[in-house]
């Protein structure tokens, strides 16, 4: 009894001793010939009943898997099928920004400069729909504005126009909104 069991313990650690000299590769080789032997199955009580476990995750998993796509695609807009696509919606539908092409994003403004200044300067360029400055949770301003115009090729022209133009020493950036990858502005010196 106590002997035997001594002695097991004493091979156990004799083994773990020896696969510490063995080296990265011989341990994966030797783990994998050992999952590699047949196991039993586990028995379950009540009889046969057919790989419930394992039939069980792979359905959650699927259900799981489709849920996030459906809400995926709800969050692009493209939930209800649209004709022919897999349900993806047009290639157009999915091209780009969502902002319009007659909407310009203004970055590094100086902070000193008001709304009213930016819409007398870009309605040089056509007639303006909207003028709209950034500003945080204190009321200063951010740097940045969006200026949308009535055309898209007054947009074109304004961004012609004044992009890399300096107020203050400070150069404009002037792209189609949505373009502007990483926004330039910030508080800064």
Known sequence: ?????????????????????????????????????????????????????????????????????????KRRGLSGGGGGGGGKGSIFS????????????????????????IRALFNKCGSLESVKVAFDSSGRSLGRATVVYNAPREAKAAINKYNGETIDGRALKVCLAGDDAGGGGGRGG
Request: charged fraction near 30%; aromatic fraction near 2%.
């Open 94 to 117: 999915r091209l780009g920004s969502s902002a319009p092409a007659n909407a310009v994003s203004v970055s590094n403004i100086p902070y000193d400069v008001l709304e009213k200044e």
């Open 1 to 73: 009894g106590k002997k035997s069991a001594a002695v097991k313990g004493t091979q156990k650690r004799l083994a773990t001793m020896a696969s510490l000299e063995l080296s990265l590769d011989d341990l994966i080789k030797q783990r994998q010939k050992a999952d590699k032997k047949p196991r039993a199955a586990p028995k379950k009580a009540g009889g046969g009943g057919g790989g419930g476990t394992a039939a069980r995750r792979k359905g959650a998993a699927e259900t799981r898997t489709n849920a996030r796509k459906s809400a995926a695609d």
